[in-house]
């Protein structure tokens, strides 16, 4: 079973408006990290934030963090073309980097 | 510029043929993974090493095996016991072992025909 699952699967707003996106998980960890995926490539580490970390930020990226509900959140303001992407929260189990399937977002022109 | 590269960008190979991917990164990282990436899912992974001369088997280990002779290099390669690998595969490397940030290469396409 996955440790953390993406909600929704996909998303699709118009641009300028803003993006949420959010991961649960299943087991306590020691930080939690979003990642970006642009089609057909690697992936791009945005924000790591640490469980004793509720909120951290980064341009237009705000991350939350609920360890008692055991969600994050990820927030994109302002969304452009450019964030059309796959987002994909990583979580740590047992000394590993867990993967979950992914939030496609669609930034409509 | 520091980086991670993998090659070729596409692979196709015909079943019952073993084939290497290549990764390769100068950022002085000591840890470096393998995942697979199928359409629509999560990364899958395969081989991780934590220093060099060194690897342990991830998730899905079955049908690939790595080699890790230098701090630069972890390739992979994908033999004909691996029953389904036509997928996405992704190189990554971090600072060392452990739960932190991980960079990433391009990617290689692998079809089998």
């Known amino acids: 079973s996955q440790q953390g699952e993406e909600d929704p699967q996909a998303l699709s707003i118009q641009e300028g408006e803003n993006a949420t996106m959010n991961c649960s998980y299943k087991t306590s960890i020691n930080n939690l990290q979003w990642y970006r995926q642009n089609s057909g490539r690697g992936l791009v580490h945005l924000i790591l934030?640490?469980?004793?970390?509720r909120e951290k930020h980064s341009g237009r990226l705000r991350v939350t963090l609920d360890t008692s509900k055991k969600s994050s959140s990820l927030l994109i303001t302002a969304s452009r073309a450019a964030d059309t992407a796959s987002y994909f929260c990583?979580?740590?189990?047992?000394?590993?980097?867990?993967f979950g399937k992914g939030t496609r977002l669609h930034i409509l022109p | 510029d520091g980086g991670i590269t993998q090659s070729p960008k596409y692979l196709f190979r015909k079943e019952g043929q073993n084939v290497t991917l290549s990764c390769e990164q100068n950022l002085n990282h000591d840890a470096m993974y393998w995942y697979r990436q199928d359409p629509g899912q999560g990364l899958r992974l395969i081989y991780y090493s934590q220093i060099v001369n060194d690897f342990q088997k991830g998730d899905i280990a079955e049908g690939y095996s790595v080699s890790r002779e230098k701090k630069e290099s972890f390739p992979l390669t994908v033999t004909s016991a691996q029953k389904n690998p036509t997928a996405f595969y992704l190189c990554?490397?971090?600072?060392?072992?452990?739960?932190?940030?991980?960079?990433f290469g391009p990617g290689t396409r692998l079809t089998v025909l």
């Open positions: 934030i640490r469980s004793n970390e």
């Open positions: 990554a490397s971090s600072t060392d072992y452990g739960t932190g940030e991980q960079f």
């Open positions: 990583a979580t740590d189990v047992d000394d590993k980097i867990i």
